[in-house]
T-cell receptor, first 112, second 115 residues
């Protein structure tokens, strides 16, 4: 069964304290890996797409990396405004089309 | 460019009732996907519509249905509501509907509470 697992479920950091979030997947024929950010009461906001092992993408204090079995979202010197739930998702082929399978997310809290 | 809009934003219904939620995709996008988000299960795929045709369906009972109109706007319907249907319902639009190459843009969601 295609699965996406994120860890930890929740993470508390002090402002400036760098860390990483993990997304592991068991998806046959992986076709990419997506990262989203979701703020309370809002829909997920697209961050990155990674297509192949070894690929890296950066946006401000965030850097996403991909291996053959997992992806990491590295947060460097986070600020309180980085507090959100971070979701990863993998596209899975189904019924002649594709759907996104999401992990349950990591809730990040950055304290000032 | 306007984003994905969903109406209503909040709904309170009682068990046994039915509900219709609406989603207007980004202009030019032809694919609309619906998801249910709950604290326990996270985001789960309901179905996807492309050019008025349901192209993909998740593992939800037949009480959950949807449709798409010629202007790409989509509606989803839940009949005979159960307490467990309480959730945030999200729709997402994309141009091609090919998940691996096509970013999905999400709306703010409709918060449904079933009493």
């Amino acid at each position: 069964e295609d699965q996406v697992t994120q860890s930890p479920e929740a993470l508390r950091l002090q402002e400036g304290e760098s860390s990483s979030l993990n997304c592991s997947y068991t998806v046959s024929g992986l076709r990419g890996l997506f990262w989203y950010r979701q703020d309370p009461g809002k829909g997920p906001e697209f961050l990155f797409t990674l297509y192949s092992a070894g690929e890296e993408k950066e946006k401000e204090r965030l850097k996403a990396t991909l291996t053959k079995k997992e992806s990491f979202l590295h947060i460097t010197a986070p600020k309180p405004e980085d507090s959100a739930t971070y979701l990863c998702a993998a596209p899975v082929a189904q019924g002649g089309s594709e759907k996104l399978v999401f992990g349950k997310g990591t809730k990040l809290t950055v304290n000032p | 460019k306007a984003g994905v809009t969903q109406t209503p934003r909040y709904l309170i219904k009682t068990r046994g009732q039915q509900v219709t939620l609406s989603c207007s995709p980004i202009s030019g996008h032809r694919s609309v996907s619906w998801y249910q988000q709950t604290p326990g299960q996270g985001l789960q795929f309901l179905f996807e519509y492309f050019s008025e045709t349901q192209r993909n369906k998740g593992n939800f009972p037949g009480r959950f249905s949807g449709r798409q109109f010629s202007n790409s706007r989509s509606e989803m319907n839940v009949s005979t509501l159960e307490l467990g249907d309480s959730a945030l319902y999200l729709c997402a639009s994309s141009f091609y509907g090919r998940a691996r190459i096509d970013e999905q843009f999400f709306g703010p969601g409709t918060r449904l509470t079933v009493l």
